[in-house]
């Protein structure tokens, strides 16, 4: 702003200078308004007073203060506040949301129900066993005074009361027996007994009449062959 004013009050001067020049210095001469003569030094340099602070340096009238520039109020920039970032899902309603790292105890599991004991099954009774026997004289057309023996055990821990042995006689001879009552058909006898206690044995005898071409066999007890 200095050097603007003093460059034009150079130019203002060097007019009133050519003015006076033009005008010379008689009594007639008017000076420029607003203008006040100044002497040029020899040396053609024009010696400028300082203008003051707030001083026209032309008019000489008070300058208003340049208004100063309020600096910018730096923006504080207050960080966020950190929101924890949530780690389970969110609570169904009605249930409370409990913090992270919580953990859940499971409800107890239903007790698995009771089925009630099975019956026992009915214990089978072991199945008695026969052993069989027999003497015979062979005569000059067969075998004559023929007689066997069969005992019966009873293995089971139960009373059998139903045993039966059963007999092939070839030809149909009759049978006589005693300890146990005998039943013929044809050339089929069937023995049956007193009940036999459990671990007891039975035995008993009998005969055959006649004479045989063939020995008797076949002997089974309750269905299984006797021994």
Excluded at 145 to 174: A, D, E, H, K
Aim: aromatic residues 4%.
């Amino acid at each position: 702003m200095a050097v603007i004013s003093g460059g034009v009050l150079a130019i203002l001067a060097g007019l009133g200078v050519g003015y006076a020049a033009l005008g010379g210095s008689g009594p007639d001469a008017v000076a420029a308004p607003g203008v006040t003569a100044t002497t040029v030094p020899a040396d053609g340099v024009l010696n400028l007073e300082p203008a003051l602070p707030g001083v026209d340096p032309v008019t000489g009238a008070t300058l208003s203060p340049a208004p100063t520039a309020t600096p910018a109020t730096a923006r504080t920039t207050t960080p966020a506040a950190r929101v924890p970032r949530r780690t389970t899902r969110p609570a169904a309603p009605g249930v409370p949301d409990l913090p992270s790292g919580t953990v859940t105890p499971s409800p107890p599991a239903d007790p698995a129900p009771t089925l009630p004991a099975a019956p026992p099954l009915p214990q089978r009774p072991v199945p008695a066993v026969a052993t069989f026997t027999y003497t015979a004289e062979e005569g000059e057309s067969g075998w004559t005074g023929y007689s066997g023996q069969i005992r019966v055990q009873n293995p089971g821990s139960s009373v059998n009361t139903g045993w039966r042995v059963t007999l092939t006689v070839p030809g149909g001879n009759r049978v006589d027996a005693s300890g146990a009552s005998a039943g013929q058909e044809g050339e089929t006898v069937t023995f049956t007994g007193d009940p036999i206690a459990a671990g007891d044995s039975l035995s008993f005898a009998f005969t055959v009449d006649g004479t045989l071409t063939e020995l008797p066999g076949g002997c089974r007890i309750d269905g299984t062959a006797c021994s």
